[in-house]
């Protein structure tokens, strides 16, 4: 029903600053939640923001306030993931979500990640 494609990773030094898309294709209705997740080597796959599709209302992990932005362009069919002050603790392959428009609360939709690597 939704496909997304992430883009933007790749590699930066501590400290720097990226930018992830993910550009959503198919039905999206104007109240679909969209997340941003991560999983770094060895590790489970975890939450890092979300935001309200009609809204634009946000929600963040503690180990990102303050460092990353979620935001939308409706227009455009996107969401943003802006990454500033960036760890080596950060390293991971981003993956875009979708809340399911079928079962309410979960994720439905997921893009196929793009990695973010941050060096010293």
């Known amino acids: 029903q939704v496909q997304l494609v992430e883009s933007g990773g790749g590699l930066v030094q501590t400290g720097g600053s990226l930018r992830l898309s993910c550009a959503a294709s198919?039905?999206?209705?104007?109240?679909?939640?969209m997340g941003w997740f991560r999983q770094a080597p060895g590790k489970e796959r975890e939450f890092v923001a979300r935001?309200?599709?009609?809204?634009?209302?946000?929600y963040g992990a503690d180990s990102v306030k303050g460092r990353f932005t979620i935001s939308r362009d409706n227009a455009k069919n996107t969401v943003y993931l802006q990454m500033n002050s960036l760890k080596a603790e950060d390293t991971a392959v981003y993956y875009c979500?979708?809340?399911?428009?079928?079962?309410?609360?979960?994720?439905?939709?997921w893009g196929q990640g793009t990695q973010v690597t941050v060096s010293s």
């Open positions: 979500a979708a809340h399911s428009t079928l079962v309410p609360g979960t994720w439905g939709s």
């Open positions: 198919g039905r999206t209705f104007s109240n679909v939640v």
């Open positions: 935001i309200n599709w009609s809204g634009g209302s946000t």
